[in-house]
């Protein structure tokens, strides 16, 4: 099982920027699928970000797009989350997750484009981090 660990989370003026990292041990980032997802109080998570195992094909929430650029290394066990622009609504604990596209039943993109925001398909998460937007 792949163990994950966020770091780069903070507090943050309006309009400002961060990248968070999520670096993987206990096996090969490369052949996970890793998605973000963020959490506030009271809520349940919310998908953020995905990129896809081969790195050429991502997805965003409405919410982020334009805004945020996921990419990964997988020569460094690192996935990234490039946060511009930030805005209070982007307060929140952020999570990396990954699953195998062969745990997954149809890994096909216009498949995962239906689903990546479904939580319970993840297999690890890590621990999370916090980013605090506020002035």
């Known amino acids: 099982q792949l163990q994950l660990v966020e770091s780069g989370g903070g507090l943050v003026h309006p309009g400002g920027s961060l990248r968070l990292s999520c670096v993987a041990s206990?096996?090969?980032?490369?052949?996970?699928?890793v998605a973000w997802f963020r959490q506030v109080p009271g809520s349940g998570r919310e998908g953020v970000s995905w990129i896809g195992q081969r790195g050429d094909i991502t997805f965003y929430a409405n919410s982020v797009e334009g805004r945020f650029t996921v990419s990964r290394d997988d020569a460094l066990n690192t996935a990234y989350l490039q946060m511009k622009n930030l805005e209070p609504e982007d307060t929140a604990v952020y999570y990396c997750?990954?699953?195998?596209?062969?745990?997954?039943?149809?890994?096909?993109?216009?498949?995962?484009?239906?689903?990546?925001?479904?939580?319970?398909?993840?297999?690890?998460w890590g621990q999370g981090t916090q980013v605090t937007v506020s002035s």
């Open positions: 206990g096996g090969t980032l490369a052949s996970y699928t």
């Open positions: 997750a990954v699953v195998r596209d062969v745990d997954f039943p149809d890994p096909r993109p216009h498949v995962w484009q239906s689903f990546w925001t479904a939580d319970f398909l993840y297999k690890s």
